[in-house]
């Protein structure tokens, strides 16, 4: 990939604006980090803006993307909450990473955004360079931010990405996640996973959580990170509360 595509590559001409969705810290309820999901301005949601990416603005974009994520959390005082900022990345926008990092670094610096509290994620889409994505992620954190991998358990995003770079956090994918109240075979699957990165020193969330019972499977299975309709709704240049789910009394313990 060469830098040049940068330079030809057309503006992403859509008005666009961020909803923020808290992922919840169940171990001390607090709000670990916020995702920011792209919306346009006129309301619409995240598919017909993505419908409108293609490969001439794909870059524009994905820098559009990072530098909105970054001025509206630092507007809503996001990090004085001690909370982090996950922004997706499209790793096909990505060129050379520490020359497509530059519009990201000079948003965190002229808002005064940390470093250290901005998580950058991303799900393979399509198969891609191995080597590339590893070259992203090595440099982000060599820089100093976090790294994720979304929607790990579909698509192109596994065991042998994880076998050569360990991010800080894997998202599990929420089609493992519904229903894994009633599925066995789900929460085997989720179980080892968990064994696993807790074995490499990986955060572990699981996203897409929308019932009280499964919440209370995963809690069971030791997950203290989730996300969901459960806990709050995205919101547009907001940052929502959490409904914290706690656990029925026991009667007999009552009496």
Known sequence: MSCEACK???????????????????QNETVYAYEA????????????????????NRYAFDQRCRTTAIELAARLNLASSGANLSINFLPNAVYEPRACIRATLASALRTGF??????FEFTEGEALDTDHILQILRSYRDMGFKTAIDDFG???????????FQP?????????????????TKRTIIKHTISMMHDLDIQVICEG???VSEHDALRDLGVTLM??????????????????????????QVA
Do not use: C, H
Not at 227 to 252: N, T
């Open 8 to 26: 030809v590559g057309t503006d992403f001409d859509v008005a666009i604006t961020m909803a923020f969705q808290p992922i919840a810290n169940l």
């Open 37 to 56: 999901l792209v919306r346009g301005q006129d309301g619409s949601g995240a598919g017909a803006i993505l419908a409108q990416v293609s490969d001439d």
């Open 114 to 119: 940390p470093l250290e509290q901005i998580i």
């Open 154 to 164: 579909s698509g192109f995003a596994g065991l042998g990405l994880l076998s050569k």
């Open 168 to 184: 800080d956090i894997v998202k599990i994918d929420m089609q493992l996640i519904r229903g894994i109240d009633t599925d066995q």
């Open 209 to 211: 959580v929308e019932t």
């Open 227 to 252: 996300q969901g309709y459960l806990f709050a709704k995205p919101v547009i240049e907001e940052l929502p509360s959490v409904s914290w789910v706690r656990p029925m009394l026991d009667p007999a």
